[in-house]
Every structure is written in structure tokens, then in C-alpha cells.
């Protein structure tokens, strides 16, 4: 029975240290870098994202796909207009290779009339690749302009928002304009802090031909930021809608300032505990115990 009770203790304490030295139970079992096995939109981007009305769009899409496979259906309508009409579509059937394949077409926009439906503002643009029973999707959002040569915000979702993040690099900053009280509680992990109260003064500090995804408490107050960046020279900005509280309810990574500070050389202050996926490997080694306990009590009995 000692030996028993020393290989349930043990097994625990292996699952505990293999989660730590793999850095998270969450990287220790990600071997395929793109989620799974599965055909995947890598990315759904135009050339530019505002256009004057009539102005020419190029858009480009990449899929994944696992190995080479027929007869793939991939769809993109968007920019649609009051009148129900979209004028931006797409569709055809492709033999996909493994690995990433690229799809491009040109579209040429409508007029900001009442004629064509078309307003100035943010436009969807909606992709779908199906191959049998999968189907996967993607949203890219624009904005139509009445004027040539104006710059106004892209309304953008959290999920859009989030391939923006993980797909740029140095071309992009992502702007928490809610108080300090507020980011240090959680933000969105990188973002840099500026209030909305003090956006007018520090938007020097700020490239203007970089792109910025702006996001506060729950989207009301990115609107007005994003104006203001725009007054003062900014050229490509993009307004999370629903703000960090839509980010945090999609159940995307969110970090405070004591956790930042922590991953700067020489700090020691995060604990294993504070690891995402630890309570998942918790929960492991709980379940191993309670069915040693059980099994030992009816053997007993």
C-alpha cells in the first residue's frame, strides 16, 4: 500500500514540474503552430483599409491547408449597401497544396450615394473557406471615404483586433486610453497607457504613420480618442468596438502592470501560480489522487 500511495505522490509531482519546465500546460502540448490539423485563414487583409469612393481595392487571403485537398470553396462578400447589394465578392472552387496557399482578386467600390446605398463609414468584408462538413471564417473591415484623400477610423471587432495584434510587429501600437487605475488592474498585453484625458497633449509620442488599434473601457470613449489622433495627424487607427471588456468576455490574454513588471531581468515575482494552464494541471493531479482514494477504499471494502 506504501508503494502505491509513493506513485500517486510521485506521478504529481512529475505532471507539476514537467507543466513548469514546458513553460504552462498550454505550450507543452502545442505542437502544431497552427491550432490543429484543420485548414486555417492564416490572413484576410486589403491593400489599404480607407478608400475614397470608386477607388480601386485589392484583396488577398491565405489558407492553410494540411496537405493537398480538392475542390475547396472559398467565398468573400462585403461592403454591403442599404439596398442589400454587396459589392465586394467572390467565389470559386481551388485545389489547395499543403501549406500556405494565396488567393488575390480586384474590386472596384461603389459611389458614397443614395443611389448605390452607400454612406461614408466602416464596411465588413466576410470570408469563408469550406471544404465538407469545415468551415472556416474571417472578417476584415474598411472604411469608405466621401472625400479623396480623408482619413477616418476603421471600426474593427475584438477578434479582428486580435489578428491585427498577433500578425504586426513594429508596425503597430495598441493604445489603452482608460484611466491608470484601470490598465494596471489589466490590459491587453503590450498596450501602452495614455487617458483619454491626457490623448491632446502625448500624441506626439506617438508615430503618425504607424497603426494604432485604440480601445478603452467598453468603446464609447475610443471613438472620441481615435478623432482626436486623427486631428493631430494620424493616419491609420482602428477603434476596438466594445473595448476591453468585449476583449477580456472573447477570453483573449489580459496581464496587469504587476505581472509586466515581473517578466523585467532580474524579477522573480511571478509564481507558478499565476502560470496560465496551472489550474488545469491542478486539476490533473487532484483527480489522480481522489481515484487512487476511491480505488483504495473499495478494495478495502
Known amino acids: 500500500m506504501k508503494k502505491r500511495t509513493t506513485l500517486v505522490v510521485l506521478t ?41 469612393a470608386k477607388g480601386e481595392m485589392t484583396v488577398y ?8 485537398i480538392s475542390n475547396v470553396l472559398i467565398k468573400v462578400s462585403g461592403v454591403k449597401s ?41 464596411y465588413v468584408i466576410d470570408a469563408t473557406v469550406t471544404y465538407d462538413d469545415e468551415v472556416v471564417t474571417a472578417t476584415h473591415s474598411i472604411a469608405i471615404t466621401s472625400k479623396p484623400d480623408q ?3 476603421v471600426n474593427i471587432d475584438v477578434d479582428e483586433a486580435k489578428r491585427l495584434i498577433d500578425s504586426e510587429s513594429e508596425d503597430l501600437i495598441v493604445l489603452d486610453v482608460r484611466n491608470t487605475t484601470e490598465y494596471d ?13 491626457e490623448l491632446s497633449n502625448k500624441t506626439e509620442e506617438l508615430n503618425t504613420s504607424t497603426k494604432i488599434v485604440v480601445y478603452s473601457a467598453n468603446g464609447s470613449n475610443s471613438t472620441i480618442a481615435c478623432d482626436i489622433l486623427i486631428k493631430n495627424g494620424s493616419e491609420r487607427v482602428y477603434n476596438a468596438l466594445g473595448g476591453f471588456n468585449a476583449w477580456k468576455e472573447s477570453g483573449y490574454a489580459v496581464v496587469s502592470t504587476a505581472q509586466s513588471n515581473s517578466d523585467l531581468p532580474g524579477s522573480n515575482a511571478t509564481s507558478i501560480l499565476e502560470e496560465p494552464g496551472f489550474g488545469a494541471a491542478l486539476a490533473i493531479a487532484a483527480l489522480l489522487v481522489v481515484a487512487y482514494q476511491v480505488r483504495r477504499r473499495s478494495i478495502r471494502v
Open 12 to 52: 504529481v509531482i512529475l505532471l507539476l514540474s514537467a507543466f513548469a519546465g514546458a513553460g504552462g500546460m498550454q505550450n507543452a502540448f502545442a505542437s502544431d503552430p497552427y491550432g490543429d490539423n484543420g485548414i486555417k485563414i492564416v490572413s484576410f487583409s486589403t491593400d489599404k483599409d480607407v478608400y475614397s
Open 61 to 68: 487571403l491565405s489558407v492553410y491547408s494540411p496537405e493537398n
Open 82 to 122: 442599404k439596398k442589400g447589394v454587396y459589392y465586394v465578392s467572390y467565389l470559386s472552387d481551388h485545389n489547395l497544396t499543403a501549406g500556405e496557399n494565396n488567393v488575390s482578386f480586384n474590386k472596384t467600390l461603389p459611389s458614397c450615394s443614395s443611389c448605390a446605398g452607400i454612406s461614408q463609414g466602416t
Open 151 to 153: 482619413t477616418i477610423s
Open 185 to 197: 488592474s489589466a490590459h491587453i498585453p503590450g498596450a501602452l497607457s495614455i487617458p483619454l484625458s
